[in-house]
């Protein structure tokens, strides 16, 4: 297991960017699959971003892509999210997540395949 914390989150007016940060405890963070996930009021959780143990393949949602990048250093044992040309939409809070995989090229979309989430840090973007 590992535990994820998340910083970075505020108030941002629309256009304005943002980077997200999750670090993660322990020795073994370059053995997970990461993923950043968010939830706005009166939904569910959605798939934002996601990257493989080496950081070699990411993947996005649709309405984010092109306007938000995952990255990984694991030797810092974090993963970021820059997000940027930010609209009122992107509004909530976002979680960082993390599996133990195998495949080191693998990227996991789906939330119930990740058993470590950080507590989440709120986004708010101003229109």
């Known amino acids: 297991q590992v535990q994820l914390v998340e910083s970075g989150g505020g108030l941002v007016q629309a256009g304005g960017s943002l980077r997200l940060s999750c670090a993660a405890s322990?020795?073994?963070?370059?053995?997970?699959?990461m993923g950043w996930f968010r939830q706005a009021p009166g939904k569910e959780r959605e798939f934002v971003a996601g990257?493989?143990?080496?950081?070699?393949?990411?993947y996005y949602q649709n309405s984010v892509n092109g306007r938000f990048t995952i990255s990984r250093d694991n030797a810092k044992n974090t993963v970021y999210l820059r997000m940027a040309s930010l609209k009122p939409e992107d509004t909530a809070v976002y979680y960082c997540?993390?599996?133990?995989?195998?495949?080191?090229?693998?990227?996991?979309?789906?939330?119930?395949?990740?058993?470590?989430w950080g507590q989440g840090t709120q986004v708010t973007v101003s229109s």
């Open positions: 322990g020795r073994t963070f370059s053995t997970f699959t």
């Open positions: 990257i493989s143990q080496t950081g070699t393949n990411t």
């Open positions: 997540a993390a599996v133990k995989v195998v495949n080191t090229l693998v990227v996991i979309t789906t939330s119930s395949q990740y058993d470590n």
